[in-house]
C-alpha cells in the first residue's frame, strides 16, 4: 500500500481512472433496470461462424485496456489526458443510447464441450448479459487505446508494438462479432462513434494547431 501512495504522490493525474467507476456503476445500474424493446440482428450476423476460439482476444481487451492506459499515463499527462476522454466520452455516448434506445441481441448458440474454450465462453455468457450491446462498448475502447498508443510520442518508436496492438484491437473487434457478443450493427456503430472521438482528439487540434502557426500570405507591394 505504501508503494501505491507514493507512486499515486508523484503521480497524482492516475487519480483521474477514478472517475471510471461512476461510469462502471452506471452501466451495472443499466443492466439491472433496462428492459430491452430492440433486437439487433441481421442477416450478416447468421453468416458470421461462431468461432469459440476467439474467447481469447476477446478476453484480451481487458489487460490491453489496462496496459494502454497506464502506459500513455506514465509518458504523458496530454496522452493520458486524451484516452480518458476518449474511454469515458465513448462509454457515456453509449450508456445514453441504451437509455434511449433499450436494445439486446439474440445471437448466442448453446455451447457444447468441455474444453477451455467452450468453458470460457460458456462463464462469459453466464456473467455478461445479452443486452446493452449497441454500441459496443468492445470496439469503442479497443480503438481508443490503439489510437492513444498510435499517438503517444513514447510508443510511436515501437514499431512492433505498434503492429502488435493494431493486430491486438482488430482481433479483439472481431471476437465481438465470432464468439456472437455483438451483431455487425453493434460494431458498426461502435466503430462509428470512435471515429467521432478520434477526430475530435487527434486530427482536428493538430490541424488548428498548424493553421495557428502558418503565416498568413499578404499581397506584394502594387500588385
Not at 472517475?19 to 452506471?26: E, R, S, T
Not at 450508456?95 to 457444447?112: E, S
Not at 496492438?165 to 482481433?171: D, E, L, P, R
Amino acid at each position: 500500500m505504501k508503494n501505491i501512495r507514493f507512486f499515486l504522490s508523484q503521480n497524482k493525474h492516475f487519480y483521474l481512472c477514478f472517475l471510471l467507476l461512476p461510469l462502471l456503476i452506471w452501466f451495472k445500474y443499466l443492466e439491472i433496470t433496462i428492459v430491452p424493446h430492440y433486437i439487433i440482428h441481421t442477416a450478416l450476423d447468421d453468416q458470421i461462424p461462431f468461432i469459440k476460439a476467439f474467447v481469447i482476444p476477446y478476453l484480451l481487451w481487458f489487460p490491453y485496456m489496462i496496459y494502454g492506459v497506464a502506459y500513455v499515463g506514465f509518458h504523458s499527462k496530454r496522452d493520458f489526458y486524451k484516452v480518458l476522454i476518449f474511454l469515458a466520452g465513448g462509454m457515456s455516448v453509449a450508456y445514453i443510447a441504451y437509455m434511449l434506445f433499450p436494445n439486446a441481441q439474440d445471437l448466442r448458440p448453446v455451447i457444447t464441450g468441455n474444453d477451455p474454450f467452450a468453458q470460457l465462453v460458456r462463464f462469459l455468457y453466464a456473467t455478461d448479459t445479452p443486452t446493452n450491446v449497441c454500441p459496443s462498448i468492445h470496439v469503442m475502447n479497443s480503438i481508443a487505446i490503439n489510437a492513444s498508443l498510435h499517438h503517444s510520442e513514447a510508443f510511436k518508436t515501437k514499431k512492433l508494438g505498434l503492429l502488435i496492438s493494431s493486430i491486438t484491437a482488430v482481433m479483439i473487434c472481431l471476437s465481438t462479432l465470432f464468439i456472437k457478443q455483438h451483431s455487425v450493427i453493434d460494431a458498426a456503430c461502435g466503430l462509428l462513434v470512435s471515429i467521432v472521438f478520434y477526430m475530435a482528439l487527434y486530427p482536428l487540434p493538430k490541424l488548428r494547431k498548424q493553421l495557428k502557426t502558418t503565416p498568413e500570405l499578404t499581397p506584394a507591394d502594387g500588385s
